[in-house]
C-alpha cells in the first residue's frame, strides 16, 4: 500500500474556526512579505522522504523546497532533486536508503523517491527518445518491447530463485525492484499531479536499459536504425605537482544523439546487504555510486562512475566498441542474459576493486553488448583495461604502462579481438607510428589541470593533430557543425582528479563541444523540428562540481 503526505488536507473537512485562523494566518504572512519580515526560499531543490512498515506498507512524504537537506530524516529512503537543466545543463538527485530495513524494501523506495521526483523529465525525456523513435520505426519497437519483456521474465524468475545464495542475482533482484519503484513513484506523482500522460510497462524497461539497445537492434532486427555513430572516448594523463604525488586525470565523453541531453546527476548512497539472508549479512563493499545519467536510467548509460567504499575509490569508464567481426554476434543468447544495464551496476556494488569488477562483469555475458572499460583504482594507481565482446571478456593490467608512458587514450574500435588504444608501448610500432605521435603530443603539451580540461573540451584539439589522424576528431565531434547536418555528436565530459589521497575532483559539462570561437549549440538555429522538449534552447554552460550532502 502507497500513502502520500502533502496534499491530504485539500481532502479533509476542517472546522470554520481552523479556516478562519488559516486565513489571518496568510493575510499576516503577506502583509510581513511585503516588508521583507519572512520569506520563503524557492531553491529549486525538493527532497521527500519514504516511511514503510509491515501493516501499512509505503509512504511518501513531500517536503518542498527550501529544506535544510542535512537534516532531512532517513526512514527507509529520503532524496533531494535539484531542478538545474537551464541553469548548469544538469539536474541532480541523491537518494540515500538505510541498512536497517530489508534491501528489498530499500530497492522500492529508492525507487519511488526517484520516479515521483523526476516524474515531469522522465516523461520529456521519453517523449524526445523512445516515442520520437517508434513513431519513426513502429514495427522495430515492437520487436525490442517485446524482446524487453520476454527477458525480463526470465531474468527475475532467475533472480528469485538464486538472490537468497547468490549475491550477484541479489544485486540483479534489486535493480529490478527499484525499477518497479520508479515506475510506481511516476504513476502516482502523474496522478498526483492531475496530468493525463501514459507510459507502457516496457517503456520504463526502455529507458532503463537504453545502453544496451543500439547492439540489440543490430543483432535482433538487422536495422542501422540508430546507426553506427555512438563512440566516445576515454583519457587518462598523469599531471605531475611540485612536492606532490602526481595528479592522475581521467576525462570521459559520450557521443549520442542530441535529443538525449536531458541530463541526470545521480549519487546512490544504498544500504544494501551482500546476501539477503538476516540483518547480520555484509555490506556490499561499494558505499556510494556517483554518476552522469539520464531520466528514468538507474545505471550510467554513459559508462562513467565513481564508486566509493570505506577508505577506497574505484572509477570506472566505459566507451562502446565498433566490432568488425560480425561473427562475433553468434555468441549471443540475448534473452535469457542479464542485460548490460543491470549487470554493471552488479558489478559497481559488489567490487571491492577493478579485478573483482570485471569478475561481475563477466557473469552472463554472453548477452548483448561490446565495451572497453577502463577501472582506475586512484590510492594505489591500479588501473585494469577490459575488453568485453560478446561471450568474451579480456582483462589485462595495464598500471606499468601507464607509469612508463603517462598517457591512455582509448577509443571503441575492435577488429577481432584488438583494442584499438594508444598507451605509448605498441606491439607492433611500425603500423601504429600515428599513435605514437600522438602519444607524444599528448605528453609534452597536456601538463597541468587546466591543459586536461581544454582538452577533454576541445579547445586545444589542434595540439592532437597528426596526419590521418581521425582519432583526435572523436573529442570535437559536432553533428551541426557537419557539411550535412546531424543532431549527434559529444554531449558531454566528465572529469575526475585524483591521487593516492583518493578523489580530489569530480567535474562535469552538458552540452556539445565548443570549438575555440564556435558558437554554442542551439536548437532554434539548428535542429527546431527535433523534439527536444524539457532542454535549454542554447548549451553554453559551465562545468559543474556536485556537492552532496548526505556523506
Not at 486565513?23 to 525538493?46: F, H, Q, W
Not at 526470465?154 to 550477484?168: C, H, W
Request: proline share 3%; charged share 20%.
Amino acid at each position: 500500500m502507497l500513502k502520500v503526505v502533502g496534499a491530504s488536507w485539500l481532502q479533509t473537512r476542517i472546522s470554520s474556526y481552523i479556516l478562519g485562523a488559516v486565513a489571518l494566518l496568510g493575510i499576516g504572512a503577506i502583509i510581513l512579505g511585503e516588508y521583507g519580515l519572512i520569506s520563503v526560499e524557492k531553491d529549486g531543490t525538493y527532497s521527500a522522504t519514504v516511511s514503510w512498515n509491515h501493516k501499512g506498507g509505503y509512504r511518501i512524504d513531500f517536503w518542498g523546497q527550501g529544506n535544510d537537506l542535512a537534516n532531512i530524516r532517513l526512514n527507509a529512503a529520503r532524496a533531494y532533486y535539484k531542478t538545474g537543466i537551464f541553469e548548469s545543463g544538469w539536474s541532480i538527485i541523491e537518494i540515500e536508503t538505510s541498512s536497517k530495513y530489508p534491501d528489498t524494501v530499500q530497492a522500492y523506495a529508492a525507487g519511488l523517491l526517484e520516479g515521483s521526483l523526476t516524474w515531469q523529465i522522465i516523461h520529456h525525456h521519453w517523449h524526445n527518445t523512445v516515442n520520437a523513435v517508434c513513431e519513426k520505426w513502429a514495427d522495430e519497437c515492437q520487436k525490442l518491447m517485446e524482446f524487453l519483456r520476454e527477458n525480463t521474465a526470465i531474468v527475475r524468475e532467475r533472480a528469485e530463485r538464486l538472490a537468497a545464495t547468490d549475491p550477484f542475482w541479489h544485486m540483479v533482484r534489486l535493480f529490478y525492484l527499484q525499477l518497479d519503484g520508479l515506475e510506481a513513484g511516476w504513476r502516482f506523482a502523474v496522478r498526483r499531479s492531475r496530468q493525463t500522460v501514459e507510459m507502457s510497462k516496457e517503456h520504463f524497461l526502455w529507458l532503463a536499459m537504453a545502453a544496451d539497445l543500439p547492439d540489440l537492434e543490430r543483432a535482433l532486427i538487422d536495422s542501422d536504425s540508430y546507426r553506427e555513430y555512438i563512440k566516445g572516448m576515454i583519457f587518462l594523463k598523469s599531471l605531475s605537482r611540485e612536492e606532490l604525488g602526481p595528479l592522475v586525470a581521467i576525462g570521459h565523453t559520450t557521443s549520442a544523439p542530441y535529443a538525449k541531453m536531458l541530463r541526470l546527476l545521480k549519487k546512490y548512497t544504498f544500504g544494501y546487504h551482500v546476501l539477503p539472508i538476516s540483518k547480520t549479512s555484509a555490506p556490499v563493499p561499494s558505499k556510494s555510486i556517483i554518476m552522469s545519467s539520464y531520466p528514468g536510467a538507474l545505471s550510467s548509460h554513459d559508462e562513467f562512475y565513481l564508486i566509493q567504499g570505506e577508505s577506497r575509490e574505484l572509477i570506472v569508464a566505459g566507451t562502446p566498441l565498433t566490432v568488425s567481426n560480425h561473427s562475433l554476434w553468434n555468441f549471443m543468447n540475448a534473452k535469457n542474459q542479464v542485460m548490460s544495464s543491470v549487470r554493471v551496476m552488479a558489478a559497481n556494488r559488489l567490487a571491492t576493486n577493478g579485478h573483482s569488477w570485471s569478475r561481475s562483469m563477466s557473469l552472463q555475458n554472453a548477452a548483448d553488448v561490446a565495451r572497453l572499460w577502463i577501472t582506475l583504482e586512484p590510492r594505489d594507481n591500479v588501473i585494469w583495461l577490459i575488453e568485453q565482446l560478446p561471450g568474451l571478456i579480456r582483462t589485462t593490467d595495464i598500471s606499468k604502462k601507464f607509469t612508463n608512458t603517462d598517457v591512455l587514450w582509448a577509443i571503441g574500435e575492435v577488429h577481432l579481438s584488438e583494442t584499438n588504444m594508444a598507451i605509448g608501448e605498441n606491439e607492433e610500432e611500425d603500423d601504429d607510428e600515428t599513435k605514437n605521435e600522438l602519444v607524444a603530443r599528448l605528453q609534452n603539451n597536456i601538463t597541468t589541470a587546466e591543459d586536461f580540461r581544454r582538452l577533454i573540451r576541445g579547445d586545444s584539439h589542434e595540439k592532437l593533430t597528426t596526419e590521418n589522424d581521425d582519432q583526435s576528431q572523436i573529442l570535437t565531434n559536432r553533428g551541426s557543425l557537419k557539411k550535412v547536418d546531424l543532431p549527434f555528436g559529444i554531449i558531454d565530459t566528465k572529469i575526475i582528479l585524483a591521487d593516492a589521497d583518493g578523489v580530489a575532483n569530480f567535474e562535469a559539462t552538458s552540452g556539445p563541444i565548443m570549438l575555440g570561437s564556435t558558437q554554442p549549440f542551439q536548437w532554434s538555429t539548428t535542429f527546431p523540428n527535433v523534439s527536444h522538449i524539457g532542454q535549454p534552447d542554447v548549451f553554453d554552460f559551465d562545468s559543474v562540481i556536485p556537492l552532496w550532502v548526505w556523506l
